[in-house]
């Protein structure tokens, strides 16, 4: 590998991201019995957890299965260096191995999480994937630099745009709590025998921490219950938001590149999806599935998922039009080959700025399912904390206003953050948008003078070209504008 043909950024982001990445990964399952209290070597000893990375197996399973055919879609298609193969074809047998571990490897329990090592597997999996990367940069210099140069171009009109940087620090901000909880309030305090206070309902006070946003009916901390609550809610409006994409822009693909009787049939089922009651519908499956946050989970990315199809196929309908795609046709390139190398890459930009905003419904709705009482009774989130508040009377104490507020508001900016983000994104991704603002005076670019000359197309990251200005690699044009 000559390491001086990757962009030198490119290697900076390698060195920055894969540590970074690695830590988050580690608190998503952080032990909750160890917190700063207990000491550093405790702490530390925290992140090599049998809890961590404690994934059920059959996530395990369909990873190992995607790395497979994407290595079987590469090696066909010769896209793919001999080194790089070699990677996809280790961190398959990893992931193999992992599930195996977790089932116990004498056992078949999809839902088995028995291994003690998985810390250790998602390590080498992490850094697997850092040295794919780094492969990739070396045997595709060129691509290498486009990526980075559309990237930087990407946040810099992004972080030109107030209302993206005030709805991204909000997010980050909840995000940042989400993860550190352990580290902030030690979740023994949740405890029911762990009151801070006799006295219910307690006003806030300053003189300490547990008492920020006063006390519940039980004289538990709220402030406590705050920070928990925060990682259930964002995890699972995460985590829908993940499969809402994956399925939604899948089907979307596919029947907007299939317009005949296939791609009718697919939309008539997403039809039936889109105008079920969402609400009527997912209290039906919570109360038939079981109330547990995977449930969830489940619930609303299965009553979600046709408004992100409908969007990705009205654009995949006018991507599958355009002269590139037709090339590829005429050389013989296979219909995966075109939604995968052509189709997926153009309306990428459409899917990021829907999976934005696709957070924010998420939220709401575990928000909207827990305060009706479907959520999981064993653990916090802000819907639940909403319904104890109405369930115990405490909309009619002054003194519990903060306990009221607290997971309302939270709620309230995390939406918020998640529109303005989403605003952001589409006026980055739609030079359109951007020339509007600017011809009205009232840009909020405030750099917009640094940009390059012609609007940036972010569908020009995705696409695999040989330059700038590159093709693509079917002989067709890469850009959309």
Known sequence: MNSGQIPPRLKRWIFIWTPVIWVVL????????????????????GFVDKRIASYPAWTLWLATAALVVTEVLELRAHKKSARMASIVLAMAIVVFIWACAQMG?????????????????QTVLVVLAAVLVWSWGAANPER??????NTREIWRIFRANWQGIIGLGILLFFSAMALLAPFLVNHAWLSPDASVTR??????SFHNYLLWFGSDEQGLSVFAEFVWSSRISLFVGLLATVITTVVGAGAGIFTGYYAGWIGEFGMRITDVFLVLPW??????????????????????????WAGTARIVRAQSLSVKELAFVERARAIGSSDVHIMRKHILPNVMPLIVANAVLTVAIAVFAETTLSFLGLGDPLNFSWGTMLEHVFDTGATEVPTATAYLLAPGIAVVLVVLACNLIGTAIDEVVDPKLRKREESRGESRFTDAAAAPSGALDLARVGVETGGRGGRGDDGGTADLA
């Open 26 to 45: 580690e608190l998503v399952l952080y032990p909750r019995n160890r917190p700063l209290s207990s000491g550093f070597a405790n702490v530390m000893g």
């Open 279 to 304: 609400l009527p519908f997912a209290m039906v499956l919570a109360a038939a599935w079981g109330q547990n946050y995977a449930i969830i989970v489940l619930i609303i990315a299965v009553t979600s």
């Open 105 to 121: 490897f004498t056992r078949f329990d999809l839902f088995g999480r028995g291994s003690s090592y998985s810390w250790l597997f």
């Open 144 to 149: 290498a630099d486009l990526l980075v140069w």
């Open 199 to 204: 006295t219910a309902f307690a006003p806030p």
